[in-house]
């Protein structure tokens, strides 16, 4: 593809894929990268790297969001379809495979989760299997989407991100959720004072009070880094991981027609990667909230 | 990494979708698997109940063939037995019927043999009579010995 866009190198290339496509507010008197200075403050795209930094944080990756959603809504349509067709003969086709994730998911969680909770296999199920539907996308050839985005946009240098879970934006929203849910059953399990104790009176726990008074900012911290690690290192690790195959896709891109029996190779090793990473995300999401739920 | 809204448009997204899931999707799909678990065992139950009726109906299949047969032997010993005595009974009655018949013959040959010696004594006695006539017709009144013949007529 770098010989067909001419003078794009390949930094230049990879760069460009890796961006995406911002939508936010430009300030007055902000000089875009064509030159032209914006006279009051504007909502737009993004065309640069820098000019998506300058939106700050009130900005949206509308690419990597779109898919996202789009993905969510795609799965919930899907699953509800085949619920909503409640048939007890047998199942057949698509209701077959969505029974199988749901069996799967119902036993993981009844392994995992000892206690009652209307929530953590619904969740679980979305997770993984909307988790798996942005990692496919990786699977699409790098520059099908983007290109195809292109000429319906009829902006050749459009930015646009097609696998959601490369963005930490996206990662981290999913951890963010988990995380909610980690505090909000902490809570409703031992109570405030519960958890408040479970963060400041261990690991390091003395008889003398005024002993334990010394150790427990120790502690916060202790515990304050375990805690904050979880949602971190869930979103960390999906994202790192698609991340680095995406990376190695776009190198694979560059080779021209070599690229073929490359892009087969990394892609079979990849199907290996997508639903793995969905399942870890799932797993540690239903151990992170049965730790929440298990009083001590 | 910048991190934008799109952090919170994603945690939106993700309690909306788990929400949706957990309200139109896990219990229907649940309650359809568990339907159709209790179903297939409620088949598989019915599946052995059928086989046990079979095997039943197989025993009582054979008990009624035995029984059949046995019937029938007793039914054919029978008619064997109703036979013999038919063709017995319809010897003797031939046998019967036949002396009847004999008897009847001998009775109207005892019959015509009586009638035939009548016809034969009274053509005698009018012969003789009539002889007797040729004879006393000049010196016998019949008037006065009518009495007389017809004495002896009788007599023959």
């Known amino acids: 593809m770098a010989a067909e866009e001419g003078t794009l190198t390949s930094n230049e290339y990879i760069q460009h894929h890796l961006q995406n496509m911002v939508f936010g507010k430009l300030p007055a008197d902000y000089e875009r990268v064509d030159g032209q200075v914006l006279e009051q403050a504007a909502w737009t795209l993004a065309h640069s790297p820098q000019e998506a930094k300058d939106m700050g944080f009130w900005a949206v990756n509308v690419d990597t969001l779109g898919w996202s959603v789009f993905l969510g809504i795609f799965f919930c349509f899907m699953f509800h379809r085949v619920a909503k067709r409640a048939s007890e003969g047998a199942p057949s086709g698509f209701a077959n495979f969505v029974e199988l994730m749901v069996e799967m998911v119902d036993k993981n969680v009844s392994d995992i989760f000892h206690g009652k909770s209307l929530l953590i296999a619904p969740l679980a199920l979305t997770i993984f299997v909307w988790v798996i539907l942005m990692n496919m996308m990786d699977i699409v050839p790098v520059d099908w989407l983007p290109i195809l985005a292109q000429t319906l946009s009829g902006d050749p240098h459009l930015y646009f991100k097609v696998v959601p879970t490369t963005d930490p934006n996206i990662t981290f929203g999913l951890s963010i959720g988990v995380f909610i849910l980690i505090i909000f059953y902490s809570i409703k399990m031992k109570g405030v004072g519960g958890f408040i104790a479970e963060l400041t009176l261990h690991p390091f726990n003395s008889k003398n009070i005024f002993v334990q008074i010394i150790f427990i900012p120790f502690n916060l911290v202790l515990e304050g880094i375990g805690l904050i690690a979880k949602p971190v290192s869930l979103a960390l690790r999906l994202f790192g991981n698609l991340y680095a195959a995406e990376l190695i896709f776009l190198l694979i891109a560059m080779l021209g027609y070599y690229q073929l029996p490359f892009h087969f190779v990394w892609a079979v090793f990849h199907i290996l990667v997508i639903p793995l990473q969905a399942y870890v995300f799932m797993m540690l999401t239903i151990v992170y909230l049965s730790m929440a739920h298990d009083t001590h | ?156």
Do not use: C
């Open chain 2, 1 to 156: 990494m910048n991190f934008n809204a799109t952090l919170i448009g994603q945690t939106f997204a993700f309690v909306v979708f788990v929400w949706f899931t957990m309200k139109f999707v896990w219990p229907l799909l649940l309650k359809q698997m568990h339907d159709r678990e209790t179903r297939i065992a409620d088949g598989l139950a019915a599946a052995d109940k059928g086989q046990k009726a079979l095997e039943e109906a197989a025993v009582r299949h054979g008990e009624l063939v035995e029984e059949g047969k046995q019937h029938a032997a007793e039914i054919i010993s029978q008619a064997q037995r109703r036979g013999d005595e038919i063709v017995d009974e319809s010897k003797s009655n031939a046998k019967s019927e036949g002396q009847r018949l004999i008897h009847a013959a001998e009775a109207e040959i005892e019959r015509e043999k009586t009638q035939a010696r009548e016809d034969l004594r009274k053509e005698v006695a009018t012969l003789a009579l009539a002889g007797v006539e040729q004879i006393l017709m000049r010196e016998i009144n019949p008037d006065a010995h009518n009495d007389i013949i017809t004495k002896l007529s009788s007599e023959l």
